[in-house]
């Protein structure tokens, strides 16, 4: 039995997790891709720092581009992360006729239309399992499990990171920046940790997780991205006071004016099993016309988490060696020339229920004022929470849960409500889903 060669790039996190796998379980491995998976070389560009993988057998290089160029390389594993290097790279070895797998969701959200279209014309695989909710086969799962549906919409915790800081934080209070160091020493955070608490990394999950739901090409630049780094401890007391989670989601939702691409704080019905899920793990719900709600949950980052999926695509490719090109499932699913150019809907355009706080003065006339602002925009609220004066230094914060409403109506009510002399400070809001 010969064995197929692989050349892993990046031994980080994610790098040195996939070497640990592969070794540790490499006679399951073989059991089920049918041949033998060497790891000829891998390259690291910072050979000197120790690695967290038993290196033994392995030839060593600090040179990425002598991997790609490697004849003896089948399948080349690009886990540096990133849009520069990493895109010469994978362009590289796809010119070069070889596989690739990758956890990089920054490199498949921007740049997967070309790099998916010249796979195409040399007849090799891109295979991105680990790129969304790391060691979860969500991929897998929405490409091939779910082929038979129309699917509605899908939601997701799909950063690990954002997750695990506001589990600390709602649960021991613990403060941000402490909370996001943790994730860093943990190995959770992407080089640029702004990319998970300002939503980027999960705009780029979204991204990817929406054109395989909808056959959409990929548009990274149309997803509304919002962070949590604004969410304060009186929001997560006062959501739980109303029986309701903050999370951070994203959210893709077909509708007949276009398809909502958006990644927000969000407040959920705390019963839901997506409002449960706390730490790093990830959860994504997917509705299908058929099959109804799904629920996949797993942890969304980490080395040996995310190795898994890694080693899983490896797997995967393995097997197609043998197939035709035309035999392979689609990168996204749907059949590259059957993908629909569906617009994204502007944030302004989404209709969504609604979370205000607003801090006013104690001074009457003050709650008949917003309310008249709402109503004028055909705004109808659900439930008012009136907070003493005493706990706010006079001020008295007064929460609203609203009905569905366009979301550039909300901004014009929000606009007239702060221009109020009362109201002493930006207006607080915050998306609702149902999730039902
Ligand atoms: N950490 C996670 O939990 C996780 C989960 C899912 C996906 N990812 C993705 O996996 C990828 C890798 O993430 P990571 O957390 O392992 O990062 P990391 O920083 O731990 O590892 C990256 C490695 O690449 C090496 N490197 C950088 N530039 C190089 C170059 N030009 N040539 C060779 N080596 C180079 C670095 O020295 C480092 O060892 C990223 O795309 C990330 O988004 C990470
Ligand atoms: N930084 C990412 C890694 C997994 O993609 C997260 O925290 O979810
Ligand atoms: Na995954």
């Not at 800081?165 to 959770?188: P, S």
């Not at 989404?350 to 004028?376: C, F, M, Q, W």
């Not at 929470?385 to 109506?409: A, D, F």
């Amino acid at each position: 039995m010969q064995s197929v060669k692989i050349g892993i790039l990046g031994l980080g996190t994610v790098g040195s997790g996939t070497v640990s796998v592969l070794k540790r379980n490499a006679r399951e491995i073989i059991r089920r891709a049918g041949r033998d998976i060497e790891i000829s070389v891998a390259a690291d560009k910072d050979l000197q720092s120790p690695k967290n993988c038993d290196l033994s057998g392995i030839k060593l290089t600090d040179d990425a581009f002598s991997v790609v160029n490697d004849p003896d390389i089948q399948i080349v594993v690009e886990l540096i992360g990133g849009t520069g290097v990493a895109k010469e790279l994978v362009s590289k070895a796809i010119e070069n006729g070889k596989h690739v797998v990758t956890a990089n969701k920054a490199l498949i959200a921007m740049h997967g239309n070309e790099l998916f279209a010249l796979a195409q014309e040399k007849g090799v695989t891109i295979a991105f399992e680990a790129a969304v909710a790391g060691g979860i086969p969500i991929i897998k799962a929405m490409r091939e499990g779910l082929a038979g549906n129309r699917i509605e919409w899908l939601a997701g915790i799909i950063n690990g990171t954002g997750n695990f800081i506001l589990t600390e934080m709602r649960d021991k209070g613990r403060d941000f920046a402490d909370v996001l160091a943790e994730a860093q020493a943990l190995g959770y955070a992407e080089a640029d940790p702004t990319f998970d608490v300002e939503g980027i990394d999960a705009a780029h999950k979204l991204t990817i997780m929406a054109s395989i739901a909808f056959g959409i090409p990929l548009q990274f630049y149309s997803a509304y991205t919002e962070g949590i780094s604004k969410i304060a401890q009186e929001d997560v007391q006062y959501a739980a006071e109303l029986g309701y989670r903050i999370k951070h989601l994203g959210i893709a939702k077909k509708t007949d004016r276009g398809v909502e691409l958006r990644v927000h704080p969000t407040l959920i019905p705390h019963r839901r099993l997506i409002a449960n899920v706390n730490g790093v793990m990830n959860a994504v719900v997917v509705k299908g016309d058929a099959v109804g709600p799904t629920l996949y949950y797993g942890a969304g980052a980490g080395s040996e988490a995310t190795a898994s999926a890694v080693v899983a695509d490896i797997v995967d490719v393995v097997r197609a060696l043998t197939t035709d090109p035309e035999n392979r499932v689609p990168h996204l699913a749907f059949q590259p020339d059957a993908l629909k150019d569906t617009p994204i809907l502007p944030i302004a355009e989404v209709v969504t229920s609604y979370y205000l706080r607003i801090h006013s003065e104690d001074k009457p006339g003050v709650l008949a004022n917003i309310t008249r602002i709402l109503s004028e925009q055909g705004i109808n609220i659900e439930s008012i929470l009136q907070k003493q004066p005493e706990e706010h230094e006079g001020l008295i914060p007064i929460i609203m849960l609203t009905q569905p409403v366009l979301e550039k109506n909300m901004d014009e009510a929000i606009a007239q409500i702060e221009a109020l002399g009362t109201v002493t400070a930006p207006v607080m809001r915050i998306r609702m889903e149902t999730l039902g």
